[in-house]
């Protein structure tokens, strides 16, 4: 009983694939048409390739043309400046400024900053600083001795991909001075015990503070080479003389000890270091054309 | 020239934001170093009622306090002498007066631009008598413009 099933599926199957044979050969056979290639069309290279890169392409040397194309590619994107890209001096005014709006205490600094692959930039700032003020209904002169400050720190600039002229930085500092202060025209009571016109001085108080500035700034080129710079500053100090006497009110450098914001006001002239090096903008490209 | 203008505005508001900022400290503490004593009994500040403290030659026998209800009392020291005595009368029937004798160092000293110049003391050496005071404890000698209790009397 089982064989004669398996015969019978074996002959169905085979009707079967015979009738799909027979119903295959009367349908029409489909046509095959072959596309003609253009081979008048002419292949050409991207708006604004370079003739060095069409002609490598020309001579059939692809391998180089397209690494060369890869690179002005990335060039676009990230530009790279040398690692020696510009050195600014600048002169920090900003206290001399409000000295004319009646401030107390003034200092002006020289600074040099040493702009680095147009990101990194190492800075060294000297300076002098100094202090007067009697303030009303108080009791003593505060005399801050003309004296000098220096300052080491770097800043990072987010404008890397700009030109330097344009930058917006922040930065860290370490600064430093020793100064000498005089206490004068102190006048001190004591009514109760009826001691009046107690004056004293202190002169020649030495100090000497070490502190810290976060900052950040903004650069803008004006004319030429001239820029203008603007800094916000947060400083704390880490370090001080201890001295019987008190502290003084006023760090050159560093400004009056009330509060930790200061900023300041830059006029910097640029030194561009590798000027062929640097990267060149398409636009600028094309006016040279 | 439109960026210029971006940037220098970005500028001016910072700037503006960093003089807003500037703040100027107020004077926290007293104008000079003055001792302030507090009467204890055990750990525990008491009040003393009709309580008399006066210091030993001052001017018109001016009093700091007189037949007053008080926990603590300022005891300003002599600034033309390292030397001065305070003596208190408690007011009570068959209790002596105290007194308490204090040399100290009077040391010029400049707090800041808000408090101004002034002296402070250090007190080098103590002594009192003990009528109603038992004992008498002064743990920071370094007498400043702080507004703290630097003499603990305890009763």
Known sequence: MKHLATIFCVASLMVALTCATVQAQDQPQRKVTPVKPKTNKTLTPPKGTPEKIINEYLSGDTAQARAQERKDSLAKIYPHYPKLTELSLGLNFGDLLMTAFGQKYTSVDLNATLNMWNRFQPVVVMGLGRAKDTPQDMNFTYSGKLSPYFKLGANYNFLFKNEPRYQLYVGARLGMSAFKYDITNVNINNPYWGEFGNDYEMKGVSSNALWGEFLAGLKVGIAGNWALGWEVKFHGIFKEKKNASGKPWYIPGYGTRNGNWAFGINLYYNIPLNHSHWPVKEQKKKEKK | ?155
Request: charged share 15%; with cysteine; net charge negative.
């Open chain 2, 1 to 155: 020239m439109t960026s210029k203008i971006k940037y220098c505005a970005c500028a001016a508001v910072i700037a503006l934001v960093a003089m807003v900022s500037c703040n100027n400290d107020n004077c926290m503490g007293n104008s000079t170093g003055i001792p302030l004593a507090a009467f204890y009994e055990g750990d525990k500040q008491i009040s003393l009622s009709d309580i008399t403290v006066y210091g030993i030659g001052a001017p018109n026998d001016s009093a700091v306090i007189r037949n007053a209800t008080a926990s603590q009392v300022y005891l300003p020291l002599r600034i033309t002498e390292p030397k001065c005595q305070y003596v208190f009368d408690y007011n009570i029937d068959g209790i002596e007066n105290d007194t308490i004798t204090f040399d100290y160092d009077i040391i010029p000293y400049f707090e800041s631009r808000e408090c101004g110049a002034m002296y402070n003391f250090d007190i080098k050496e103590y002594s009192y008598t003990q009528h109603f005071i038992d004992s008498i404890a002064i743990p920071n000698p370094s007498i400043t413009n702080s507004d703290v209790v630097t003499i603990k009397i305890f009763m």
